[in-house]
């Protein structure tokens, strides 16, 4: 094993390691998990689908992406629009300087260690590919994983405001992420297609 290699695989293991130390636990085919480590694995899982090619430092910020996430809790910020995007503020700085951190105990150098938190911090989607790489990511990873329990968690959305969600997180994918949505290469949420194509057809 070469020494690149080797300070990936300790970073891979320092960021697994933070992860499972989530005491908020998830069930998948009978197996139990942490729960950011579930969403660490199927980000890094969608990366290799969508993007195989990427580097080790996107590979590093795409499984770092949630890193500790129970650690800055929602309800620990007033419960409205201001205290929500307060609270998403805080996270992206969260998240960065942990995965950072991490970063450098494994061994990595200023460079890999900017660029990890430049696209976890969520800096210049649209400009900066490897911000806009991690979004295309994350939000693949919703539609197949997530969106069906969110809509779950909010039987009160009419179809107007669903159809608005919906095309939010369409805006602030790229072209490709798109194509790979609509190609069958995730699976969509079945409840909710129709929505998800009307949503499409009308951004």
Not at 23 to 39: F, I, S
Not at 68 to 94: E, N, T, V
Request: hydrophobic fraction near 40%.
């Amino acid at each position: 094993m070469s020494e690149q290699q080797s300070i990936y695989e300790k970073a891979v293991a320092l960021i697994n390691a933070a992860n499972s130390e989530d005491p908020n636990k998830v069930t998948v085919d009978g197996k139990a998990w942490p729960k950011e480590l579930l969403y660490s694995h199927r980000m890094s899982d969608m990366l290799e689908r969508f993007a195989p090619e990427a580097d080790d430092a996107m590979k590093l910020a795409i499984r770092a992406q949630h890193i500790q996430r129970w650690k800055s809790p929602r309800d620990a910020y007033p419960m409205d629009r201001i205290g929500y995007l307060q609270w998403r503020k805080d996270l992206y700085k969260f998240h960065a300087k942990t995965a950072g951190d991490l970063l450098a105990l494994a061994g990595y150098k200023a460079d890999v260690i900017d660029r990890v938190k430049q696209a976890v911090a969520k800096k210049s989607i649209k400009s900066n590919p490897d911000t806009q790489l991690l979004e295309d990511v994350t939000d693949l990873v919703f539609i197949e994983h997530y969106m069906l329990e969110f809509a779950g968690k909010h039987p009160e959305y009419e179809e107007d405001k669903w159809i608005d969600i919906i095309q939010k997180t369409w805006k602030k994918m790229s072209d490709e992420a798109h194509q790979f949505a609509l190609s069958g290469s995730i699976k969509l949420p079945e409840p909710l297609v129709s929505l998800i194509q009307k949503a499409v057809a009308g951004s």
